[in-house]
């Protein structure tokens, strides 16, 4: 077959189909979204979103212990969620192979902070690998497979997000036909009492001695020595696509693919054969550390920074103090381009009503609302992690309690973030029984990672119908009567339900659920039937417009102010007639009915 | 040290203006004409109207995915403003295309600052610049949506690929419907440049 240009993503899915790899799952988090959506495309592979990482991680867990070969995938915080079954299944080994990615995001370009997962690998005591580019990653991937199956263990695959989302060439292979292993009850290697678990351990050590040898000697690391051997360059993942860009084949290499355990014999002599040696990683001193640990000397992060992520020219500066200047133009010449929530997106509403409550903190949670912190809506007061807005607002409510402090706590999240581990928090929430109104910001998709389906959407991973659980419903299942869902549209109503809910919380907690689907999701047959839409634009009677900027504080990118005739505008582009801004509107200056454009 | 065969190209726009496609369309160019390449997407958090940078890099052997401040050979700009953003991602002595239509950003749109003036000029004076009011050409080709394929002409013909068959490349990337208008597009493109050369 001939070469084809894929992302890491894209890659690692061709290198699981050519596993013989039966079965995928996974939470969609950036930078590793694309990986299940690609492994989804091959019909051979049984392929589903989860609702959180955990259960990916245990559901994949099932199937290795049932026979076949399978993995799960997720962002860097999702290992985070999933660590607890990981760290057991360590001790059990497979039975089908069993490998699962994390993708790790150096300079945070859509998390909320840069772990570098390489650390959970001598922490969970499993092997780990590291592919460099696309090619590597599906070849890898592939052979993580058999690295499982030889060593009893699951195995971890770290990326990071310029693997994950740059593209290479890769040359496709065939598919390996794996024939399931025959289910046998085996209590002491998959029935984790005490007794066995302690008997699991102990076989761990010589696992490890296993490794080491391999990982000493194998495909994945190996050295390229060049004419010089003045400097020696340790480094793995992309880091050595960085370093082959600054250095060429002017110093030497030891490329490292499995990085855990690290194959320190092989750093030592390689240390012996050049005369100065670096470590260039993105990041912690992963190997770095360890490498001075088995007292080899080595220069690392004295030089090469610790944070963010890395690029040519920061080891260009760092190593060779040479500093590329680009071309600098007139900085006042460009303004900021901040992202903000789309034109016509259900949160809008919400917020802006949420907003305007006085003696209010706004707890958010991970998903495009995180967007309403920003001007002008200026509503989100603070957020942690995935679900954990219930959770947060509840301590923070008490805590306002215990203190007196007169506030009232709004903790708002998606739909997907509630089936991911909000569900969990609400659990929390009504049972410690605290003054909380929690909002599900119900938009019928998970939007902010581009409209992958969950349990809430009636669709699977392959489009297959499926059960559609209703979050009202499991509220009341969960015993909270105080339940109510609205129309974020309407302003009037999304205010009205506010001043009940603000009411109600006096009593204990109260669940609010905002409905209607996000602008950019794809409606099902439910969704047409239940969401009326006229498509039509809203415009404004340039007469009847005095320039007061209401409309602007609901933050609608269609809308935007002329400074010279002092009046507002709807960009007939953007707009999907939502009416938002034409209920803000005092002087009804703002109409719908423009035909869409 | 950098190798000399490899080159360069930065394409930057908003959210939506089609830099995905275009830079599509340039590696299948660039692949079928027998070079190594590696296109790596730069954004941030969720896209909501954010910028949108794309690396396209090729060359007999291609290493990093990434580029960093005065590696860029060509910047094209999909946006008038985001030009001057990316403008320091462009080595001395490398060349500008930009388009000259503005996409206004929240905070001019709220009326809180305005949306600079004389930028072209300003990138006139720092680097070779070619302005290409892409919508207008696109939309006297009855097809306004194809301003990107028109920037993609041009960056075709700045840079000079010998060897690739660039209407194959662009009859795999769009749907059959719509490949005579952006064919049309392309080749404006390619004139453009090629006469302003
Ligand atoms: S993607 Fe959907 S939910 Fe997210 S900001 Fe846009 S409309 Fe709102
Ligand atoms: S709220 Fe109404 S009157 Fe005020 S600027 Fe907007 S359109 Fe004009
Ligand atoms: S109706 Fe108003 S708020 Fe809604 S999309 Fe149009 S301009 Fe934006």
Redesign the interface.
Known sequence: MTKQLMSGNEAVARGAWEAGVAFASAYPGTPSTEILENVGTYKEIVAEWAPNEKVAMEAAIGASMGGVRSMAAMKHVGLNVAADPIFTFAYMGVSGGMVFVTADDPGMHSSQNEQDNRNYAPFIKIPMLEPSDSQEAKDMFRDAFDLSERFDTPVMFRMTTRVCHSKSLVEPGERYPFAAIPYVKNRAKFDDVPIAAKRNRLKMPERDRRLLALSNDCKYNRAEYSGSRKVGIVTSGVSYQYAKEVFGDAVSYLKLGLTNPLPIDLIREFRARVETMYVIEELDPYMENQIKAAGIDCIGKEKIPAIDELNPNIIRKALLGEEARGVQGDPKLVVPRPPALCAGCPHRGFFYEAAKRKDTVIVGDIGCYALSGNEPLNAKDLANCMGSAFSVGHGLSKAFALSGQDKTVVACMGDSTFFHTGINALEEVIYNDSHLICCVLDNRITGMTGHQENPGTGYTLKGEPATIMDVGTIVRALGLERVRTVNPLHLDEMKKALDWAYTEVREGPVVLITRWPCVLKRLSAEDRREFRMTPAQCTIDRKKCIGCKKCLSTGCPALSFDTCERKAAIDPMQCVGCTVCAQVCPQQAIVKGAKKA | ???PDTQSVILVG?GGQGTILASKVL??GL?DAGY????????????????VTTQVRYGQK???????????DVLVSFET??A??C??????G?KVIVNTYRM????????E????D??VD??KK??DTLAIDAVKIASDLGMPRGMNVVLLGALISAIGVDGADWTQALRGCVKPKFFEDNLRCLEAGLNLAAAKA
């Open positions: 040290m950098k190798r908003v590696t299948t692949i190594d390449v590696k296109m790596s997407e730069v954004h941030g958090m969720s896209q909501r109207g954010g910028s291609v290493w990093s995915p990434l580029i960093g401040q005065g590696e860029a403003m985001e001057m953003r403008l320091p991602f462009l080595k001395p490398g206004p950003p929240l905070p001019v749109l709220s009326g600052c305005e949306y600079p004389g930028i300003e990138l720092r680097a």
